[in-house]
């Protein structure tokens, strides 16, 4: 998952850097609110970290320009101005959440689980790269072209497209996709995630699916260390 972080106070974007990618979230600092609404509108993230008081352009600035051109990215404010006013400006402006400074490092990660998780279950629309998965017709594209699946193929992906460049182990999968419990003896998901794999990656440059030998998959544009 990919975090952009929207902070000037150097010693503060380090240790939400340092905290978040010890999480394994990947994790993109701007240092003032001009260069991380070009950083919002420019690349893909699954969550905006964004300070209030920053340079050349203030947090409520940008967040309002974001929601304005229809950039529904999840944002969690950061700020030490926690009145009433303030909270509720920053709400009403399409803040998904608001987090007064200073604050636990534990609390912010239940924050970020909490807003993601929100965010997911209302997305009628999953993106990945190049890859899209409607939720709505249940169908998938890449590159603009429509890739046949079935019934448990969708599921699956599915399941992936949520849990973006994490580790998915097969007793997850079993449990979340299959319904049942992990069988040791069983290859049936080794066997759809590469039929699966076939009808995603094959025919394109960028492989998405990805194994971790002895461990799992996960989707990637590129190989992680788990």
């Known amino acids: 998952?990919?975090?952009?972080?929207?902070?000037?106070?150097?010693?503060?974007?380090?240790?939400?850097?340092?905290?978040?990618?010890?999480?394994?979230?990947?994790v993109e600092i701007a240092e003032d609110g001009e260069k991380g609404e070009q950083l919002a509108r420019s690349a893909q993230y699954d969550l905006i970290l964004l300070d209030v008081l920053l340079p050349v352009k203030d947090g409520f600035s940008v967040l309002q320009n974001l929601r304005k051109d229809s950039i529904k990215t999840p944002v969690i404010m950061l700020t030490a101005r926690t009145s009433t006013e303030d909270i509720v400006g920053g709400l009403d402006q399409g803040a998904d959440d608001y987090l007064g400074k200073p604050f636990s490092f534990d609390v912010l990660?239940?924050?970020?689980?909490?807003?993601?998780?929100?965010s997911k279950q209302?997305?009628?629309?999953?993106?990945?790269?190049d890859l899209t998965l409607d939720t709505v017709a249940h169908k998938a594209y890449r590159e603009g072209t429509m890739i046949e699946l079935t019934s448990r193929e969708?599921?699956?992906?599915?399941?992936?497209?949520?849990?973006?460049?994490?580790?998915v182990t097969r007793k997850e999968l079993a449990r979340n996709v299959w319904g049942y419990n992990?069988?040791?003896?069983?290859?049936?998901?080794d066997v759809y995630v590469t039929h699966l794999r076939k009808k995603i990656d094959a025919d394109f440059k960028v492989k998405?699916?990805?194994?971790?030998?002895?461990k799992g998959y996960y989707l990637s544009d590129k190989k992680l260390k788990f």
Not at 109 to 118: D, G, H, K, P, Q
Not at 122 to 129: A, D, E, G, P, R
Not at 159 to 166: I, K
Not at 208 to 214: D, F, K, P, S, V
């Open 208 to 214: 998405l699916i990805q194994t971790e030998r002895g």
């Open 122 to 129: 209302s997305q009628t629309k999953l993106t990945y790269k």
């Open 182 to 189: 992990f069988d040791p003896g069983t290859n049936v998901i």
């Open 109 to 118: 990660l239940a924050r970020i689980r909490s807003v993601v998780r929100r």
């Open 1 to 26: 998952m990919r975090i952009l972080v929207v902070e000037d106070e150097q010693k503060v974007a380090r240790f939400l850097k340092k905290g978040l990618e010890a999480e394994g979230f990947e």
């Open 154 to 167: 969708y599921t699956l992906l599915e399941y992936f497209m949520h849990h973006q460049g994490e580790l």
